[in-house]
């Protein structure tokens, strides 16, 4: 039996041990050289996890702080407290928190002006809004255990005060003294009431939320939030201010060689053997014929291993390829779990879309292409994608802006793109600006088994 360790990184104690930094870790995590956003979106399996956990390491130098739902809870069931003012309050606790964690690390001449502002311009001053002792960052999250009477008092202090305004400042200030990260594991779990994070509530909530981090982040504190595609989707889709943040969205970004990598670390790290000890298949076959036909890269990768290692003492291409139906099966359901809330139908939709596609020999394809074959396909009375259009409203209205369907279904897995003749898999990154400058995409292979 071979095992790889547990597919889900959360599961995984000894992951840190095994860890691949890709180079987009190096260079946005530890030198800060390439930051392109502070959203980092992904797929289920695409590696969020076992980041977050090194983050959260000593393997990172660097002062830090991690915000999730174990420690803080950013939600209360005043109906009448405005989204601004929810806003503000999670800035004020968040700014002050920041700078009160952080204080004793900083020059003299700094310290003695956060201690200024954190003693007596807060809790000196407005201590009866306090009823616990805090320390540092533990302060987020109190105004939401106020009542309403006493919520709309701390809310009118903070504002009259300046408070928030006053906190920016200082916090520029220490971006200059300090290498600080802000780390936020699931934003939409600190945030969200209910069992559907993704309904228009919530989605308001965790964008203003994003846009309180997206404000931190102005002040040249860096922050890394990490949170799920069909989260952001929603988002995208109920909160008005989307657009504040929409440019400072990325993903998490892998090479071939970075999988490759990861799974020889575990058999060097975790197995105590080398790579032609477990695989009847070369690195480089490995990277040609089993990597396209991921999805969600990591997670997708070691599950195959693992499976066929449960019951062979050597893994081969042949068994590796006989997993990719199952594994097409898995994504279908995990898109139509994501996603049917917010598409109805979606899966049944994208497999027709796929078809229809596939029928016409249209697996790799240009914008005109696509949707010259689709919109004859909704005009044909006696065509599968016709009778769906009765199904969903959106499915109803899909045809008449079908280039903003192409951008779905490269972030929810089923398309690639090309630059030149290089191909890029949905796997590999979040690259909307590229995947839209393309016009020249392809089938995901595993939805063509």
Known sequence: MINFGPKAAQDDNDILKYFHKTRQIENV???????KGFIFVT????????????????????EKVYLSSSQFSLICDDESLSLENYKNIIAA??????????KDKLSEPLK?????LVKKKWYESMGAFFKTKFAGISVLGNGFNLNP????????????????????????EISKELNLIVIVDNPESLVTKGLDEVNSDNSKRIGAFLSVL????????????FTKEYIIQSVKKNYIDYNHFSDRICGLEWEKSD??????????????????????????????NILPNLVSGPRDLIDICNTVGRDNDIISKKLMVEEFERLK????NEIDVQYKSQWKNITVFSKQIIETLNNNSLIEFNTHQFQDIIKNEFQNTESELYNLRSKADWIFSAHWNLVEYLELFFLIGLLGYKKGNTKYFTWQGRFIDEFKKSNSYFITPLFLI
């Open 29 to 35: 995590f530890e030198k800060k050289s390439e930051i």
């Open 149 to 172: 009477q006493e919520r709309k008092e701390y809310l009118k202090s903070i504002k009259k005060t300046n408070k928030i305004e006053e906190s920016g400042k200082l916090l520029e």
């Open 43 to 62: 797929r289920s399996g695409c590696g969020k996890t076992a980041l977050v956990k090194w983050l959260n390491s000593e393997k990172l130098k660097r």
């Open 214 to 225: 997206g404000n931190l982040e102005g002040k040249d504190i860096q922050v890394a939030a």
């Open 259 to 288: 999988l490759t990598n990861m799974i020889d670390n575990r058999v060097t790290q975790k197995l105590n053997k080398t790579w032609d000890d477990i695989f009847k298949i070369s690195k480089k076959s490995f990277e040609d």
């Open 329 to 332: 099966n898995d994504k279908w």
């Open 93 to 102: 606790e968040l700014f002050l928190g920041l700078i009160d964690e952080f």
């Open 112 to 116: 003695k002006k956060c201690n200024e």
